[in-house]
C-alpha cells in the first residue's frame, strides 16, 4: 500500500432525479427504484488530509443541520472503507457543504461518494470504480451516481447504472419552498397512495427511453415533458407549499417542472440562465420559496481537484 499522500481534495455533485419510479418493498424494507439522475453543477468539496485519528469537520454555504457524529455519512463511508480494506490509518476529512441540506439532492451522498474517493488516493488503496462504487451503494442508493456523475438511469441499490449519451447542456432553476419533508414519510404515504389505488409495481420504461432520445438529441421541451417523479403526489400532500411552485413555474413557460426525489426542491428546467432566474424571482416575490439556486447539468461525478 503506497501512502505518499498528505492531502486529497475531492469534489462531488450534487444531483435531481429526472424521472423516479417507486415499485414495491423488498425483504429488508426497501423500495425498488428505477430513476434517471442527472449531476448539477452545484458540488460537495472533500479535504481528506493524513493523520492518525478518524475526524470530521464540516463548513457549509447552506442552511440545515449536519450531524458531526457516527451518522454523517462522511464518517461512515471512511469507516467503512477502513474495515473492508483492514486500514488502520486516519484522517482529517472536512467537508465543504454547497448541496442544501435535506433538499432531496443527495448532499449527504455526494460527500460519501467524495470520501470513499478522495481516501482511495489517501491511503494508496487504488481500488478500480466498479469497486468503489459498490462499497458506495451499501451507503446508499444515491452514492454510486455521485461517483460516475453525468446522467443515467439507475436501478437497484444503485450500483447498476447506465449513462445516458447527452446532448447539449441542461439549465435548472432549483426552487426551495421551504419546511422540511422527511424522506421515510414520503415513502410511506406513496405506499398509501399506491395501495389505495392498487398499484403494485409501476413500471415506465416507456418514460426513460423518452428521456433517454430527449437526452440524446438535445430536445429539453421533450424532457420538460416527461419529467416524471411517482412520489410527487405523496410529496404534495405532506407539504402544501409545494404544488404551487409546480403549478406557477409551468404557467411562466418552463419546459418542465416536478418535485425532485423526496423533495421538498422543485426542479424546473428551462431555456436558460436569464428565464431561471426570472420565474425564481417570481416565486419569491409571490413568497412561494424561500430560496432559488440556478444549475446546470450535466455535471461530472467525483473528481480529484489537488493531491500532493
Ligand atoms: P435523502 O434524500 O438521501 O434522504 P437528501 O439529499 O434529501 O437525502 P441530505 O442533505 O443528503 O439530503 O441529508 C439528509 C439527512 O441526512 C440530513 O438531514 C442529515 O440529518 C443526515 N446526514 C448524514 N450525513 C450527512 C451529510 N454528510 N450531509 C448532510 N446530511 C447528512
Do not use: C
Not at 428551462?270 to 416565486?283: C, N, P, S
Amino acid at each position: 500500500m503506497a501512502n505518499a499522500l498528505n492531502r486529497v481534495v475531492v469534489r462531488a455533485p450534487g444531483k435531481i432525479n429526472l424521472s423516479l419510479a417507486v415499485g414495491a418493498v423488498d425483504d429488508r424494507g426497501y423500495h425498488s427504484l428505477a430513476t434517471v439522475f442527472q449531476a448539477v453543477d452545484v458540488y460537495e468539496t472533500v479535504t481528506a488530509t493524513q493523520q492518525d485519528e478518524l475526524t470530521l469537520s464540516v463548513d457549509s454555504d447552506v442552511p440545515g443541520e449536519v450531524p458531526l457524529d457516527g451518522s454523517n455519512l462522511a464518517l461512515r463511508a471512511a469507516e467503512l472503507l477502513r474495515s473492508e480494506r483492514g486500514v488502520t490509518a486516519g484522517a482529517a476529512l472536512h467537508v465543504h457543504k454547497q448541496v442544501p441540506v435535506a433538499g432531496g439532492m443527495g448532499g449527504g451522498s455526494a460527500d460519501a461518494a467524495a470520501v470513499l474517493v478522495a481516501l482511495d488516493r489517501l491511503w494508496g488503496l487504488e481500488l478500480p470504480a466498479e469497486e468503489l462504487r459498490e462499497l458506495g451503494s451499501r451507503l446508499g442508493a444515491d452514492v454510486p451516481f455521485a461517483m460516475l456523475g453525468h446522467t443515467a438511469l439507475g436501478r437497484g441499490t444503485g450500483a447498476d447504472l447506465t449513462t445516458a449519451l447527452t446532448h447539449g447542456e441542461w439549465t435548472w432553476l432549483l426552487a426551495f419552498p421551504g419546511g422540511h419533508l422527511s424522506t421515510p414519510a414520503v415513502y410511506r404515504r406513496h405506499d398509501e397512495i399506491a395501495r389505495s389505488v392498487g398499484r403494485v409495481l409501476p413500471e415506465h420504461p416507456e418514460i426513460e427511453e423518452l428521456q433517454f432520445q430527449a437526452l440524446s438529441s438535445g430536445d429539453a421541451p421533450l424532457l420538460g415533458r416527461t419529467l416524471h417523479n411517482d412520489l410527487q403526489s405523496a410529496a404534495f400532500a405532506l407539504h402544501d407549499g409545494l404544488e404551487p411552485v409546480v403549478e406557477h413555474a409551468q404557467r411562466a413557460g418552463a419546459y418542465g417542472a416536478m418535485v425532485s426525489g423526496s423533495g421538498p426542491t422543485v426542479a424546473v428546467l428551462v431555456e436558460d440562465r436569464e428565464h431561471a432566474q426570472e420565474i425564481g424571482e417570481e416565486l419569491r416575490a409571490a413568497r412561494l420559496v424561500d430560496s432559488y439556486l440556478v444549475a446546470r447539468g450535466s455535471a461530472a461525478g467525483a473528481s480529484v481537484l489537488d493531491a500532493g
